[in-house]
């Protein structure tokens, strides 16, 4: 099984930031969401904000987000359809039926890719519409701890852009780096 991680690996930058600018130009009054949510991150990464905090902030964050929206749904359909090009072609060389991509963004920002890509394997951060309730953020640890509770702990080639997927490398028999167009394989010292 090989695995993925998307922003800035399979996807050529930051989908969540690239909604938010899609979005921004279509409501500029957005740009006040933005400052909390800057400012609540720095506290978090800090540590002066525990993690059930910062869920519950993003939890917040996310649902006023959405709820600016008549349909979310149709903007996330109408935003892929500007977007899908960022989606790196090298993966269609590497694809395997079996493949897992995992993800920080929200579950209901890339599902519409992955249905368009015909990609069943996912894990990304879960946003309950109907609740307003975020499940565990989708990061660093929690990365391969949602990934071993759904299939195991043997990944065959792992594809990332950032050393932050360190949990996850350690299950990688192959770890491969994703810069932009190029990729290499590092060398995990065991």
Known sequence: MNVYDFDNTLYDGESAFDFFLYCLKKKPKLIKVILPIIRDLIKYKS???SPEEFKARGAYYTESFFDLFDDIYAEISQFWDKHEHKFKE????????????????VNILVEEL???????NYIATTFDMDTGK?????????????????????????????????????????????????????????
């Open 47 to 49: 540590c002066r904000m």
């Open 90 to 105: 090298f993966y269609d060389e590497v694809r395997r039926d079996d493949d897992v991509i995992i993800t920080a963004n």
């Open 114 to 120: 992955f249905r368009r890509k015909s990609i069943k």
């Open 134 to 190: 975020l499940g565990e953020i989708c990061f660093g640890e929690t990365k391969a701890k949602l990934f071993k509770a759904q299939y195991g702990e043997k990944i065959d080639d792992f594809y990332t852009d950032s050393e932050n997927d360190a949990p996850l490398m350690a299950l990688a028999q192959n770890v491969y780096m994703v810069k932009k167009n190029k990729i290499y394989q590092i060398n995990l010292n065991r």
